[in-house]
């Protein structure tokens, strides 16, 4: 995953730093060059003198004087051009080793390619703005050092993202311990996977020892209360279900005080997929939400829907709330954006990712997770 912006990524860096090591070297060439060329006339200098200084055709005896004097000038001044190169090789070792100043063009044209290549990549227009001005401003106040560039700037890049990844997220089973029943409701568009996921979390619960119990309040989708009732089965847990077409809003509330009822530690309430723009399905998520007061309301959403993901992420959050994201499908080929986006504009933990169908793939998310990949 995350392949497209690494390569993309990965190829504009290396001709970036390409670059950088280029222009650098000739502006430590001109130094080497300029600093010689104004010395060497030393010698020169004293050559002309002693040329001009020496008469035609001066007495034997006097013409021996003065060259003896003149050449102990000559011995001087090559001993002090001698200590003189020394000197300003060493300065320019040092400089060959030492740091590099960017040039503003050069750092404005990296940070425009970056920009395209986050929004290739599905990374929403203002998060990418947000973070080539922010690279763009730590590439101004930094000095990269002689050596390996592209690993500086990698840095860099890391430091920017990392800072807007950091989104506190939590771990479910140490939140659920906050309230019993702890109640989570799923939420997101059709065939996200929320179904498959919340199998997936009940299974997460089940390895800590907490007790479940799901809510099929679905009961839209031809079959949505069949499937789920599979994973109960193969997850030996009970479900809580009405007749397809019965309002959702009451299998949740039974589910719930099924839970009370029971003792029960964990409510997870499935709903039916729908798009942020339906207004009737989003006031009947509404009712759900005043009904089961659940403590999590969490999105879940293909980390593949790029642009679309950010739009739906931004209606729920606004029309229900969300508390956190778990995207899933990142195990197909996904560009990476959507994590990148949501991390950075919409101030939303994404708390697990989905990397396949099973029960155990499910993971923590982290920014590692991509940023380990794209750089
Ligand atoms: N590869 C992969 N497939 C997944 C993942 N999560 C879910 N799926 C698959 O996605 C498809 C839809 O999953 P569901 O769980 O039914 O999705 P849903 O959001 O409940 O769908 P609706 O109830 O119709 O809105 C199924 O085939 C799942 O196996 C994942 O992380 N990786
Ligand atoms: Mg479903």
Redesign the pocket.
């Known amino acids: 995953m995350f392949d497209f912006l690494k390569k993309k990524l990965g190829n504009a860096i290396n001709s970036f730093s390409k670059k950088v090591e280029e222009s650098s070297t000739e502006k430590e060439e001109k130094r080497i060059e300029e600093p010689i060329k104004e010395e060497t006339p030393v010698e020169e200098v004293v050559e002309e003198e002693l040329a001009e200084e020496t008469p035609t055709e001066p007495l034997p005896e006097i013409k021996t004087i003065e060259k003896t004097i003149e050449i102990s000038k000559i011995k001087k001044t090559e001993e002090e051009s001698k200590k003189f190169k020394a000197k300003l090789k060493t300065k320019l070792k040092h400089g060959l080793i030492g740091k590099i100043k960017l040039s503003e063009k050069e750092i404005s044209e990296f940070c425009w390619d970056f920009e395209m290549l986050l929004m290739e990549s599905d990374v929403e227009i203002e998060a990418a703005q947000k973070l080539s001005s922010e690279l763009k401003e730590i590439l101004l106040g930094s000095e990269l050092t002689r050596g390996d560039i592209t690993s500086q700037i990698k840095n860099l890049i890391r430091q920017v993202l990392e800072k807007n990844m950091a989104e506190e997220n939590f771990d479910l089973v140490e939140k659920s311990k906050e309230n019993q029943p702890f109640i989570i409701m799923?939420i997101?568009?059709?065939?996200?996977?929320?179904?498959?996921?919340?199998?997936?979390i009940a299974n997460m619960f089940l390895e800590n020892k907490k007790t479940v119990v799901l809510a099929a309040a679905?009961t839209f989708?031809a079959g949505?209360i069949q499937?789920i009732e599979e994973h109960a089965k193969k997850l030996n847990v009970k479900v809580v279900k009405h007749d397809y077409g019965a309002d959702p809003a009451a299998v949740a509330y039974d589910a719930v005080a099924s839970a009370k009822a029971n003792k029960t530690d964990v409510v997870l309430i499935?709903?039916?997929?729908?798009q942020q723009t339906n207004v009737n399905l989003m006031d009947e998520l509404g009712k759900v939400n005043r009904v089961a007061k659940p403590n999590l309301k969490i999105f879940?959403g293909?980390a593949l829907a790029g642009q679309a993901l950010i739009d739906q992420v931004e209606t729920f959050k606004e029309k229900i709330g969300l508390d956190g994201v778990i995207l899933?499908?990142?195990?197909?080929d996904v560009k990476g954006g959507g994590a990148i986006s949501i991390l950075t504009k919409l101030n939303l933990p994404i708390l697990y990712?989905?990397?396949?169908?099973k029960y155990s793939?499910?993971i923590r998310f982290t920014p590692e997770l991509i940023l380990d990949r794209i750089l």
Request: proline share 3%; glycine share 16%; aromatic share 2%.
């Open positions: 799923f997101g568009p059709n065939g996200a996977g929320k179904t498959t996921t919340i199998a997936k679905d989708r949505s499937q499935d709903t039916a997929g729908r879940v293909e899933t499908k990142i195990d197909t990712v989905g990397t396949g169908q793939d499910i």
